[in-house]
């Protein structure tokens, strides 16, 4: 059974810093695996974040988080950071791990894990 586990959200005040992590089990190696963030604000659909690529290390970050956020991990223990700095309000949302592999088909999401920007 996948399962994805994140940690790390909280209240935090408008230029302040968060660390989010996520850790995977179920799946083996995640070599394969695009894995990385989505999150959603009240009344607003679902939106990337960013997300890594395990094989060779590429990342990928929404336009709205570039230069502030940064996604890291540990493919050796199937975790997944991100680095969430100069938080604004508008980066208040649940934020859920998710991950999928390169070639399609099912993908895992985490419960989420709630990141509140107070101006």
């Known amino acids: 059974q996948v399962q994805l586990e994140e940690s790390g959200g909280g209240l935090v005040q408008a230029g302040g810093s968060l660390n989010l992590s996520c850790v995977a089990s179920?799946?083996?190696?995640?070599?394969?695996?695009?894995t990385g963030w989505f999150r959603q604000a009240p009344g607003k659909e679902r939106e990337f974040v960013a997300k890594?690529?395990?094989?060779?290390?590429?990342?990928y970050y929404a336009d709205s988080v570039k230069g502030r956020f940064t996604i890291s991990g540990d493919i050796t223990k199937n975790t997944v950071h991100l680095q969430m700095t100069s938080l604004k309000p508008e980066d208040t949302a649940l934020y859920y791990c998710?991950?999928?592999?390169?070639?399609?088909?099912?993908?895992?999401w985490g419960r989420g894990t709630l990141v509140n920007v107070s101006s």
């Open positions: 998710h991950t999928i592999h390169r070639g399609g088909g099912a993908d895992y």
């Open positions: 179920g799946l083996g190696t995640f070599v394969s695996y695009y």
């Open positions: 890594v690529y395990w094989r060779d290390g590429s990342t």
